[in-house]
């Protein structure tokens, strides 16, 4: 081979060889860069309030969007008394269960219910001046619920502080006043530490200021924070669940079917029902106050009162079945009872859902008696509605039956009350009495023919 040949190609190799490998430096390099650029995701959700069915879902709601954004991390900021147990247990199968970090910072509180959620996150960080503890299952009244819900909780607590490999015991301690631990409590006392003494008995990770600063301890930099808020469509949700709303709601629901009872195939009065009856019930339901048994139990009181109202004679058990199922049912979906359980329930939540009902119910019946009046008279009610008298002298005549009835006898054909059908020698006629209810196939005797419906009465011999 021609030595001159040879370097010219082995040069030509070597710049080559040279350029490929200046690429591939350049390629593994912007992808490095690229890695190291990407932000960490961290949600921010918040726990202010106290617990109970609405905190439940905006939990639920929460982490589902974390999982949707693919959140690296999610931050709790919490500052709340504790709340209803049943929703507290909820929220921490929530927690347990979620795959990623859950950071908690106690900005203040983490009482009762809240010592329990903070407990079942992996990290638990304070605030100067914060405490948690003090789990001691309450009613409504503040007073110390019986033992077995303070066993519920005591085992709840051990199971959370044990998987999260925190003190079982101490745990316990938060509930049950009757534990003693060495050096940490005597007899007679619930734990209520504050952030050093969390610190030190390991239910707390550090004492920071900020959650800027729990991410810095965790060696995150490069972050972006985004907050968790509900969307407009929850927001309306949590609107329509003031009692004050949820009585207007009734109202509506007990206007619109009286309204489109007296003008049968409007509609709209009874589309405003409906829609009002959805917008009570929809809410409720969503958030956990609403339960399947109580929603069936307003259908089948609305049900017992239309057909005591149509079907069955006078005004008997149906009727008052229907209306203590409908009322009773309609205060229910907006308590958080557990089957007639109001052990955890505030008074003044039943207070209130107990005004709502009755204030929209008397309100339906002024809005009947006032309303109706006024109604007639407007303008939309008398394009719908025939309010005018019709007058012989404006050509309207009553075409009386074609051969005389008076004093014939028939039989009911259906039921009068008052108004039905009767038949008399094998034809049907409209019919009416003086006000008495008669049982279909009754006889009956025409007392008047002179309209198209004909004035009846029952004939007992």
Same mark, same amino acid.
């Given at each position: 081979?021609?030595?001159?040949?040879?370097?010219?190609?082995?040069?030509?190799?070597?710049?080559?060889?040279?350029?490929?490998?200046?690429?591939?430096?350049?390629?593994?390099?912007?992808?490095?860069? !690229?890695?190291?650029?990407?932000?960490?995701?961290?949600?921010?959700?918040?726990?202010?309030?106290?617990i109970?069915?609405?905190?439940?879902?905006?939990?639920?709601?929460?982490?589902?969007?974390?999982?949707?954004?693919?959140?690296?991390?999610?931050?709790?900021?919490?500052?709340?008394?504790?709340?209803?147990?049943?929703?507290?247990?909820?929220?921490?199968?929530?927690?347990?269960?979620?795959?990623?970090?859950?950071w908690?910072?106690?900005?203040?509180?983490?009482a009762?219910?809240g010592?329990?959620?903070?407990?079942?996150?992996?990290?638990?960080y304070m605030?100067p001046?914060?405490?948690?503890?003090?789990?001691? *299952?309450?009613?409504?009244?503040?007073?110390?619920a019986?033992?077995?819900?303070?066993?519920?909780?005591?085992?709840?607590?051990?199971?959370?502080?044990?998987?999260?490999?925190?003190?079982?015991?101490?745990?316990?301690?938060?509930?049950?006043?009757r534990?003693?631990?060495?050096?940490?409590?005597? +007899?007679?006392?619930?734990?209520?530490?504050s952030?050093?003494?969390?610190?030190?008995?390991?239910?707390?990770?550090?004492?920071?200021?900020?959650?800027?600063?729990?991410?810095?301890r965790?060696?995150? !930099?490069?972050?972006?924070?985004?907050?968790?808020?509900?969307?407009g469509?929850?927001?309306?949700?949590?609107?329509f669940?003031?009692?004050?709303?949820?009585?207007?709601?009734i @109202?509506?629901?007990?206007?619109?079917?009286?309204?489109?009872?007296q003008?049968?195939?409007?509609?709209?009065?009874?589309?405003?029902?409906?829609?009002?009856?959805?917008?009570? @019930?929809?809410?409720?339901?969503?958030?956990?106050?609403?339960e399947?048994?109580? *929603?069936?139990?307003?259908?089948?009181?609305?049900?017992?009162?239309?057909?005591?109202?149509?079907?069955?004679?006078?005004?008997?058990?149906?009727?008052?079945?229907?209306?203590?199922?409908? *009322?009773?049912?309609?205060?229910?979906?907006? @308590?958080?009872?557990? *089957?007639?359980?109001?052990?955890?329930?505030?008074?003044?939540?039943?207070?209130?859902?107990?005004?709502?009902?009755?204030?929209?119910i008397?309100?339906?019946?002024?809005l @009947?008696?006032?309303?109706?009046?006024?109604?007639?008279?407007?303008?939309?009610?008398?394009?719908?509605?025939?309010?005018?008298?019709?007058?012989?002298? !404006?050509?309207?005549?009553?075409?009386?039956?074609? +051969?005389?009835?008076k004093?014939?006898?028939?039989?009911a054909?259906?039921?009068?009350?008052?108004?039905?059908?009767?038949?008399?020698?094998?034809?049907?006629?409209?019919?009416?009495?003086r006000?008495?209810?008669?049982e279909?196939?009754?006889?009956?005797?025409?007392?008047?023919?002179?309209?198209?419906?004909?004035?009846?009465?029952?004939?007992?011999?």
């Open positions: 081979m021609n030595p001159e040949h040879f370097m010219k190609t082995a040069f030509r190799d070597a710049c080559v060889f040279r350029i490929k490998a200046g690429l591939l430096l350049l390629l593994l390099t912007g992808l490095s860069m !690229q890695v190291f650029a990407q932000k960490t995701r961290v949600m921010l959700m918040e726990i202010k309030t106290e109970d069915p609405r905190t439940n879902r905006y939990v639920e709601l929460a982490l589902k969007h974390a999982e949707s954004i693919k959140a690296d991390v999610v931050l709790v900021e919490m500052d709340t008394y504790g709340g209803i147990l049943t929703d507290a247990k909820e929220i921490v199968d929530k927690i347990m269960d979620f795959k990623k970090p859950i908690v910072y106690i900005n203040s509180d983490a009762s219910a010592a329990l959620i903070a407990i079942a996150c992996d990290s638990i605030s001046g914060a405490s948690i503890g003090a789990a001691t *299952v309450v009613n409504a009244t503040g007073e110390k019986p033992d077995k819900y303070q066993s519920y909780m005591r085992s709840i607590m051990r199971s959370t502080a044990e998987e999260n490999g925190r003190n079982p015991r101490i745990a316990e301690g938060m509930v049950d006043e534990i003693a631990i060495d050096s940490i409590k005597k +007899e007679g006392e619930v734990i209520t530490f952030t050093t003494e969390a610190i030190k008995y390991g239910f707390c990770e550090a004492k920071v200021n900020s959650l800027e600063e729990i991410l810095q965790n060696g995150i !930099q490069n972050y972006e924070l985004i907050k968790f808020e509900l969307s469509t929850e927001k309306i949700i949590a609107f669940l003031n009692p004050f709303i949820s009585g207007l709601l @109202l509506i629901i007990i206007g619109g079917l009286w309204f489109e009872l003008t049968p195939g409007v509609g709209f009065p009874l589309a405003a029902a409906v829609t009002a009856l959805i917008l009570y @019930l929809v809410p409720y339901y969503l958030n956990g106050l609403a399947n048994w109580e *929603v069936l139990a307003l259908f089948a009181g609305i049900s017992l009162i239309i057909i005591e109202l149509f079907v069955i004679p006078g005004f008997g058990i149906a009727g008052i079945s229907g209306i203590v199922l409908t *009322v009773g049912s309609l205060v229910l979906i907006m @308590l958080n009872n557990d *089957v007639f359980d109001f052990e955890f329930v505030p008074a003044n939540e039943l207070m209130y859902a107990v005004a709502a009902t009755l204030g929209g008397l309100g339906g019946i002024l @009947l008696f006032i309303g109706g009046v006024k109604l007639a008279d407007t303008r939309v009610f008398k394009r719908i509605a025939l309010t005018t008298t019709q007058e012989t002298t !404006q050509g309207f005549v009553v075409k009386p039956a074609p +051969e005389p009835l004093g014939k006898r028939g039989v054909y259906t039921v009068l009350r008052p108004a039905g059908k009767v038949m008399i020698d094998e034809k049907i006629y409209d019919a009416y009495t006000g008495e209810y008669i279909k196939g009754d006889a009956i005797e025409v007392l008047d023919d002179e309209t198209t419906s004909l004035r009846v009465k029952k004939v007992t011999d």
